[in-house]
């Protein structure tokens, strides 16, 4: 993070609820970041767990976080009377129940009354790994005839944006690589 010069980062399938991400991260690094944790699954050893990592600096604009489920964790952060909720989101492969759950969630908290009483500016980001992609053309090497999943469309329709396409529009791009096939599944 330090040397990318990133604030804010998620992590996902972290297998770790607070009290042990706590004890597993190292001293030098809680000086300066701090660790945002979902729960864990109890039942499993691996695929959950979801958490936020931020600069100290923003601890002061902290204004809490909920625990969705295992797989989906929001923090809010307050600048200026403009409030960030930031979403993170791990959609297990086995599990097809996540994204659909995801998108209630959104929209329960956009409809929320209670988070319009902190600020009348309120901007959600939806981070962490989808195991989707958009555009099988450009988002997978190699390239593949794949129908845009309809959670993508669900999200436009909630005034939310695929941040990589906005910026570097048709150019390919991956975040994951395995046995020569390469994805971009992880999306803010």
């Known amino acids: 993070m330090q040397e990318n010069q990133v604030d804010i980062m998620a992590l996902n399938e972290t297998n770790l609820d607070q009290k042990n991400g706590i004890f ?20 499993k050893h691996k695929g959950s767990g979801v958490a936020l990592i ?16 295992p797989y989906l964790l929001s923090v809010y952060f307050l600048f200026r009377n403009i409030l960030f909720c930031i979403w993170i989101v791990y959609a297990a492969p086995q599990n097809k129940t996540i994204l659909p759950n995801t998108l209630e969630q959104l929209k329960k908290e956009m409809r929320d009354e209670t988070i319009y009483k902190k600020s009348n500016n309120i901007i959600h980001i939806l981070m962490g790994d989808f195991n989707l992609i958009t555009n099988g053309l450009i988002d997978r090497t190699p390239p593949q005839h794949i129908s845009s999943p309809k959670f993508f469309d669900d999200l436009e329709t909630l005034g939310l944006i695929d941040s990589y396409r906005k910026l570097d529009g048709e150019a ?10 390469r994805t971009r599944i992880d999306q803010i």
């Open 24 to 43: 597993k991260t190292p001293d030098n690094f809680k000086e300066q970041f701090y660790i945002y944790w979902s729960s864990k699954q109890c039942d």
């Open 54 to 69: 931020c600069l100290r600096k923003w601890n002061k604009h902290y204004q809490g976080h909920k625990i969705h489920s």
């Open 172 to 181: 390919q791009g991956n975040t994951y690589h395995k046995e020569g096939v």
